[in-house]
């Protein structure tokens, strides 16, 4: 049943993508559409008032556009469809208290990590303090579902591997929207497929002599982005704006900016 | 008999002084300047307590034009949104208005549907009437601004989310708020209620309301334009600053995110001087300004940015769009070039000042002066007030104006104190 249900999420999912592709990348541009034929002019016409020779702080490398804007609103739907009614339902389901312990089993797992990558930028102190908090939450902490750490002055210092990329140097790349995953850009992309890569070693390696393996280790992957998503606040298209694509694409920038300087 | 007497006597002064004392106790809203008040609004220890978690549910589906023909790229707005924290008995209802294009959901409009929970209330959370969803879900012109037309739509969706209850026997009597321009509207709404008749409020709160929110408008744009050196065009400079010192920091600093209690502590670090922080405030009113214009735009075909026979699609690029909307004149210029137009074509003689004083709480004076219902709550130094203004409030007000000695725009809304007197208000007969 439970197999069943992955595989028809996977299948709604490549549906979805290629019917993303394949309707097409480009996004109009306003002053294009503006050009067209029998368009009347506005009173203020982008042509005339967005001027080439200022920045803009909107302004990002986003040269997939009209993929990431299909994407977007691909992530809308399937939130809406699939996602968020799962989601749902798990919340239904769970008291608030037991939400609250299984997330903190997967933040104490994330500890790897943010152990890996700030060991990788040889952040010392950060590396130290994550150590600590992974033995004590894993022990005291009953595998993470407490946070005695953070009480004891241990934060979480959060890393992963496309901070790991920035800190040495490589730029983000164009901005991406990933199916399902939301914002991103080439760089944190390619950050994702190297902590996933590490995650799935480190399961594999503590499941080791676990029964069947596949089965637990589906229930966990889903668990676990069924406790991401919950974790998270933000719904497409809440804010109303119609300028949310482009609201979200900078804080998102800004703040990768920012988490990887820290 | 006499001693008993006297006890009752000393037990009465003491009672009686705890209360005077307890009107001039200080005020301890612990930010001084009304501008960091805006920005930063009220501590976290300094906050009301509020339950963490609330029933609340959210309506996402409510189609109050039915036949209305959303335009494309406008489709995740067909549907009016809002949200309501239910009692699970009988209880009195309050309606809130948010301000100036912020939605039901608004982390102030999330804290007051807690207070007003907590005290018993069920509480319905509407949008404002300048948020893009209420513009193009349940704005009858598709453009905002004139307070009556706004009112009116107001007091159309709440009646209808009335008749759409299927638990009426739960819903108590009416009471109404709004903060900022969903204050002003609140008195507003409340006069036409004194004619239609349909929720007969009991009480209304008005809090941080504009005096005239064309004034109100203005001002806060020229926060903008006037703060930022060598013109708008110069905008990437401020912002690229801002996010330099924002970086700078939380680099150097203790915090590992970007939580409130970060700002709040590095606010002198961030913005390093009054001019940036109004330049801020402005920077943030006009977010929600460029939404307003471009959606009532494309809603009334105006033809100011958009071309009024162009269609655009769900992922047609709108940057270009939000780069014009967001430069020019703000406020004023969304006024003269699609709201005002549309009214002087039904009546030729009306100038734009005219037009702007219909907009004024001093238009429904004599209404305001002799409700007893309606409360105020405001700051001496709320920045959107023009120099008079709090006067005019205490002299139409009475009694019924609580002023602040400070919190700027809305920013002590969440102090303990000021919760308690808001939910005070509602709660006390």
Redesign the interface.
């Known amino acids: 049943m439970k197999i069943q249900k992955i595989n028809s999420m996977k299948n709604v999912l490549v549906l979805g993508l290629l019917l993303t592709l394949l309707s097409g990348c480009g996004?109009?541009?306003?002053?294009e559409?503006?050009a067209?034929m029998?368009?009347?002019?506005?009173?203020?016409?982008?042509s005339e008032?967005?001027?080439s020779d200022?920045?803009?702080?909107?302004?990002a490398y986003d040269p997939w556009?009209?993929f990431n804007?299909?994407m977007y609103?691909f992530n809308?739907y399937f939130d809406k469809y699939l996602f968020l009614p799962v989601v749902g339902g798990y919340e239904w389901i769970m008291p608030?208290y037991f939400e609250d312990r299984i997330s903190g089993i997967f933040k104490n797992f994330g500890e790897i990590r943010n152990f890996m990558n700030n060991l990788l930028q040889l952040k010392g102190k950060a590396t130290a303090v994550t150590t600590g908090r992974f033995l004590v939450n894993s022990t005291i902490g009953l595998l993470g579902m407490y946070d005695p750490a953070s009480h004891w002055g241990m934060?979480?210092?959060?890393e992963d591997f496309g901070q790991t990329l920035g800190h040495y140097g490589v730029g983000a790349g164009p901005y991406l929207v990933l199916p399902v995953m939301g914002p991103s850009t080439l760089r944190d992309t390619t950050g994702l497929a190297v902590d996933a890569f590490v995650r799935s070693e480190v399961l594999d390696w503590a499941l080791d002599d676990v029964d069947n393996k596949s089965n637990v280790r589906t229930a966990i992957d889903v668990m676990e982005a069924i406790d991401a998503r919950h974790r998270v606040g933000f719904r497409y298209?809440?804010?109303?704006?119609?300028?949310e694509?482009?609201?979200v694409r900078k804080l998102f920038l800004?703040?990768r900016?920012?988490d990887i300087?820290? | 008999m006499k001693k008993k007497l006297q006890h009752v006597l000393l037990v009465c002064s003491l009672l009686f002084a705890t209360v005077c004392i307890g009107q001039a106790a200080s005020y301890d809203y612990p930010i001084s300047d009304p501008i960091e008040a805006t920005i930063i609004s009220t501590p976290k220890e300094a906050m009301a307590i509020l339950p963490k978690?609330i029933r609340v549910k959210e309506y996402l589906t409510f189609d109050v034009f039915p036949d209305r023909d959303v335009p494309e790229?406008?489709w995740?707005?067909e549907k009016l949104?809002y949200a309501v924290a239910y009692q699970k008995d009988k209880a009195p209802v309050i309606f809130m208005i948010a301000g100036t294009g912020a939605?039901y959901?608004s982390t102030k409009m999330k804290m007051m549907q807690k207070a007003f929970f907590q005290a018993g209330f069920h509480v319905v959370a509407l949008?404002s009437p300048t948020?893009?969803?209420f513009i193009v879900a349940a704005s009858s012109s598709g453009m905002p601004g004139d307070i009556r037309s706004d009112s009116e739509d107001l007091y159309n969706v709440m009646e209808e989310m009335l008749e759409r209850s299927k638990k009426k026997e739960l819903i108590g009597d009416f009471y109404l708020t709004g903060y900022s321009l969903g204050g002003t509207q609140a008195a507003f709404v409340a006069k036409l209620d004194e004619e239609r008749k349909v929720f007969n409020f009991k009480k209304v709160l008005m809090i941080n309301p504009a005096l005239n929110i064309y004034d109100s408008a203005v001002k806060l744009d020229k926060m903008l334009v006037d703060n930022i050196p060598g013109g708008m065009?110069h905008?990437?400079d401020f912002?690229?600053k801002l996010?330099a010192n924002?970086?700078k920091s939380?680099?150097h600093g203790d915090f590992?995110d970007?939580s409130h209690g970060f700002f709040y502590s590095a606010y002198d670090a961030i913005l390093t001087s009054p001019e940036e922080g109004k330049a801020l405030i402005g920077f943030s009113f006009r977010?929600s300004l460029?939404?307003l214009l471009?959606?009532s735009d494309v809603m009334t075909h105006s033809?100011?940015?958009?071309?009024?026979?162009?269609e655009?699609?769900?992922?047609?690029?709108?940057?270009?769009?939000?780069?014009?909307a967001?430069?020019?004149c703000g406020f004023s210029e969304y006024v003269e070039?699609i709201l005002y137009p549309a009214f002087k074509a039904k009546e030729p003689g009306l100038s734009l000042r005219q037009f702007v004083d219909r907009s004024s709480l001093r238009v429904i004076e004599d209404y305001l002066k002799k409700s007893n219902k309606i409360g105020l709550v405001t700051n001496v130094d709320d920045i959107i007030l023009a120099d008079g203004d709090v006067d005019y409030f205490k002299q139409v007000f009475g009694s019924r104006a609580k002023i602040y000695p400070r919190g700027g725009h809305c920013g002590n809304m969440a102090y303990k104190d000021n919760v308690a007197y808001m939910t005070d208000f509602f709660k006390i007969k």
């Open positions: 996004a109009k541009q306003p002053a559409l503006e067209g029998g368009i009347i002019p506005p009173t203020k016409p982008v008032y967005v001027k200022i920045v803009y702080p909107v302004d556009e009209g804007r299909n609103v809308y608030d934060p979480r210092y959060k298209y809440q804010s109303g704006s119609p300028f694509y482009d609201l800004e703040k900016k920012m300087a820290k | 978690k790229v406008f995740y707005n949104r939605g959901d949008s948020h893009p969803n065009d905008f990437n912002y690229t996010m924002i970086t939380y680099v590992v970007l977010i460029s939404n471009f959606t033809g100011f940015i958009v071309p009024k026979n162009l655009l699609t769900s992922t047609d690029s709108l940057t270009d769009y939000g780069k014009v967001s430069r020019g070039n």
